[in-house]
């Protein structure tokens, strides 16, 4: 039977996982697929914590190694080097987040336990955002009750709850989340939809240069992107019984934005 095309992002990424970074139909007898899979976690991993070019392959298999290069997933600085790096981003981002599918199992299906072994490395907290992005789109539902937990456990470091909420904002899901959990939002005087306006005006963005309108210049034009949104501008609508005169300079910033987005 003919496999469905895959429906979101999440399966998009599992197929070429198997059928193009593992090769799962060829070799497999010797375990080759797995040892792929491993040396090009491997190599991003220490390369997500080094934060260098080039890694050493010093603890993974070189016939593994061989087969990634040959297959131009992996790039080597030079012939017979044994260092190497993901031969373009989104294979990088791709093992960094098959890596994260696993701690995440390890670590009982629980973000809060799971956020605190990844450390804070840059590389893997740009990764573990694009996953809960992924996550929200592939499973909303389950996914939403992980984030709230997350996000309201003062005990997890400030910036996993936040990178948290972006991960959310960033989905194609961010209307649905928002709409889903209003009352928590809205609760205690709006305090979580502060902060999701906050993420939104710094996170959900994008550069856009100035000369794409014609105008003569080098700067960048910053446009609001996504539809978390629109599902911001709903509930501070909602909330304005809630917001008082000092609150002011913070819904005019938002809206200032949210013009940008509707002309």
Request: charged content about 25%; proline content about 5%; some cysteine.
């Amino acid at each position: 039977a003919t496999e469905p095309l895959p429906t979101n992002e999440r399966t998009f990424r599992e197929k070429v996982w198997r059928e193009v970074i593992c090769r799962v139909d060829e070799e497999a007898e010797t375990g080759i697929p797995q040892l792929r899979a491993r040396a090009m976690v491997g190599i991003a991993l220490k390369r997500a914590k080094a934060l260098e070019p080039f890694v050493s392959s010093a603890d993974l298999d070189p016939r593994a190694l061989h087969r990634l290069v040959r297959d131009s997933l992996l790039d080597a600085p030079s012939p017979g080097s044994n260092r190497y790096a993901p031969a373009h981003d989104v294979f990088e981002d791709w093992a960094l987040m098959n890596w994260l599918d696993e701690e995440f199992v390890q670590h009982g299906l629980h973000l809060s336990n799971f956020v605190a072994s990844l450390g804070t490395y840059p590389a893997l907290r740009r990764a573990y955002r694009k996953w809960l992005t992924e996550c929200l789109d592939a499973k909303p539902q389950s996914t939403d009750s992980l984030v709230l937990a997350l996000i309201q456990n003062s005990a997890v470091a400030a910036h996993w709850r936040e990178d948290a909420l972006v991960g959310v904002l960033q989905s194609a899901d961010a209307n649905g989340f928002l709409e889903r959990n209003a009352g928590l939002l809205l609760a205690n005087g709006a305090k979580l939809l502060r902060q999701v306006v906050h993420i939104l005006r710094v996170a959900c963005r994008a550069a856009i240069p100035w000369r794409s309108f014609g105008v003569d210049s080098a700067g960048e034009f910053f446009c609001p992107k996504g539809n978390g949104w629109i599902g911001a501008a709903k509930l501070l609508e909602a909330a304005i019984p809630l917001f008082t005169e000092a609150d002011f300079m913070f819904v005019l910033g938002f809206l200032q934005d949210w013009v940008l987005l509707t002309m």
